[in-house]
């Protein structure tokens, strides 16, 4: 629009300078225009803008004389002068009209994304009230199912034991999700970590063969939060495997912490941290979103190698957290 209106001073500023030279052509006397008597030539068209180097100029007919023709010019340094002049007037224009509509788009948004704001932060406040009553009938279930376990040993205990941490770990999930902050730093054990996770997923999956070999190091970082990215790596390892199948956590020597697995694998390995992205109907599809969130955060490099039918490892880099 405003290169359509630039355009249009242009054709108004030659306008502008035609009827200037047909007034000197009358014998007006009129700034920065020249007037001078040529021999007339054939093939020259009356009333024409020409340009040379110099000036621009248009031919008109000589009153006095058939054989002469009235030339009257403007230089291009004057005609380039005004050019500029209208340009920057009408940039000048749609500069500050592109600063009013960005000003007015902004507070157009910040108006209609109000609402959805004010309904997330009640969905968030809605899921930290749910997770909150939870906690004590799950744990009421989670009692009574230890004095059970206590008076008679027996798989479907197991089992119930097994669902309820299960469920624990999602509400865990949930909440680390929901307050998208890192804790205060704390120095633990590596191994020892590890092994509560372990055994804390052979109560919950008792059909699967866990392997580990893992040094006592000492790390430093988000505890709560490593404890995460452990359970969900390791949950999936369980969930995803084959009947019988093995799960081997292995610290390398280059202080690479692997887990690995015997499972299906996974048919698109580049979105399996995108959140809600899952191959299965099973899950949330936050868990390995939540995973990558918090290596992010805690600066622990991440990698993924997996083959469908043969089964996923996951490379956790600990070289920057491990004390000693």
């Known amino acids: 629009m405003y290169y359509q209106a630039y355009q249009?001073?242009?054709?108004?500023?030659k306008t502008t300078i035609f009827s200037q030279m047909q007034l000197t052509n009358l014998g007006g006397k009129t700034l920065g225009f020249t007037k001078q008597i040529v021999q007339k030539e054939g093939g020259i068209a009356l009333?024409?803008?020409?340009?040379?180097s110099k000036d621009i100029f248009v031919f008109f007919k000589n009153r006095d004389s058939n054989n002469s023709l009235v030339k009257?010019?403007?230089?291009l340094k004057n005609l380039d002068n005004d050019d500029k002049i209208i340009f920057h007037r009408n940039l000048k224009i749609f500069l500050q009209s592109l600063v009013i509509i960005a000003f007015l788009s902004i507070l157009f948004s910040l108006y209609t994304l109000y609402p959805f704001k004010k309904y997330l932060k009640l969905t968030d406040e809605f899921i930290k009230d749910i997770l909150h009553d939870f906690n004590t009938p799950i744990a009421t279930i989670r009692l009574n199912a230890s004095i059970l376990?206590?008076?008679?040993?027996?798989k479907n205990i197991q089992r119930i034991e097994g669902g309820i941490e299960t469920i624990l770990n999602l509400q865990n999930n949930l909440k680390e999700y929901l307050e998208n902050d890192i804790k205060q730093s704390q120095d633990f054990s590596l191994k020892e970590v590890a092994m509560q996770r372990i055994l804390y997923m052979q109560g919950a999956f008792p059909h699967i063969h866990f392997h580990s070999d893992i040094k006592d190091k000492t790390l430093h970082c988000y505890k709560d939060g490593f404890i995460r990215i452990i359970?969900?790596?390791l949950s999936n390892a369980c969930k995803y495997n084959k009947k019988n199948g093995s799960v081997t956590v292995s610290l390398k020597e280059n202080m690479i912490l692997e887990i690995q697995d015997t499972g299906s694998g996974i048919k698109n390995p580049k979105k399996i941290f995108?959140?809600?992205y899952k191959e299965t109907s099973r899950g949330l599809g936050i868990g390995l979103h939540l995973v990558k969130k918090l290596s992010k955060k805690m600066h622990i490099p991440l990698h993924v190698d997996s083959e469908v039918g043969i089964g996923t490892t996951f490379k956790l880099d600990l070289e920057n957290?491990?004390?000693n």
Do not use: A, G, V
């Open 47 to 52: 009333d024409t803008f020409y340009s040379d």
């Open 321 to 323: 957290l491990i004390l």
């Open 231 to 233: 359970d969900n790596i």
């Open 8 to 13: 249009t001073k242009l054709q108004e500023l």
């Open 149 to 154: 376990k206590n008076k008679q040993n027996n």
């Open 274 to 276: 995108n959140r809600f």
């Open 72 to 75: 009257i010019s403007y230089p």
